[in-house]
């Protein structure tokens, strides 16, 4: 499982490179207009029902605290169904030492229902990347989403999405928790996003992250956010937990 994460991390950072060249010829393909905002495939941490088109690709770069880059490449490679790698690398950004990357992981996302006016969209996917990983204990301090179901849907006013949903991050013990967040797009120029992760058990404390995305273009977008407001509960491995600032960049573009 290992062996195929990673070489499935590498092949995503092959492409990468060959993003510009994409860019440009899906852009030749299909001109979308100026001041179309792209659907929303995630918030902060928060998974919505969205989906990336048919050969649509989003590249995520997420700097987080103590000078730590996560990076993510995700691809549309069917009609409903997303593919995409992510890795970490701790302390990259900085003077502190050492610089750590941290295993590789796998994202899946599949749409089984486009919505309608009385039911959410509905999607189902799996999402191995964690965060605060200990490489002592081989585990991360805040675990992947992992296998989970989310449902979106516009509701109140226009631009403000609801979103919500269930999800196992651990198979061995098979707790179920929920998550709940909403965003406000205000015109083409920024949203606001809020979360409240992490919910059902006690012994996992519950996570409230707030932010903003600016949207630079249709396809550049920048958040701004805060993670973990109010945390006090130390990590289970006795190290201290505080709120994060993290800063995320995201580009979406077409093969």
Do not use: C
């Not at 600016?214 to 006090?232: E, K, N």
């Amino acid at each position: 499982m290992k062996k195929t994460m990673t070489a499935l991390f590498a092949f995503s950072f092959a492409v990468l490179a060959a993003a510009p060249l994409a860019a440009q010829k899906g852009a030749e393909r299909e001109e979308k207009p100026e001041g179309v905002i792209l659907p929303e495939t995630g918030l902060i941490d928060v998974p919505t029902a969205g989906i990336l088109d048919y050969y649509g690709f989003l590249i995520k770069t997420r700097f987080y605290s103590e000078g730590g880059v996560l990076g993510s490449l995700n691809f549309g490679v069917l009609e409903r169904l997303n593919l995409g790698a992510s890795m970490a690398v701790d302390k990259l950004v900085g003077s502190d030492s050492p610089v750590r990357m941290v295993r590789p992981e796998i994202q899946v996302r599949y749409r089984f229902h486009d919505g309608d006016y009385y039911v959410p969209a509905l999607a189902l996917g799996f999402d191995g990347q964690g965060y605060f990983y200990r490489k002592a204990l081989k585990k991360y301090m805040e675990k992947g989403r992992g296998l989970y179901v989310v449902g979106s849907k516009e509701y109140l006013a226009p631009g403000l999405v609801f979103h919500g949903g269930l999800n196992v991050p651990d198979f061995d013990d098979g707790y179920i928790f929920g998550f709940l967040a909403a965003n406000y797009t205000l015109g083409d120029k920024m949203a606001f996003m809020f979360e409240y992760d992490n919910l059902f058990h006690s012994d996992n404390p519950k996570r409230v992250n707030a932010g903003t995305r600016f949207f630079i273009t249709p396809y550049f977008h920048l958040d701004v956010a805060m993670r973990d407001l109010g945390a006090s509960e130390d990590f289970l491995d006795g190290s201290e937990r505080n709120p994060e600032r993290v800063v995320q960049m995201r580009y979406t573009t077409s093969f």
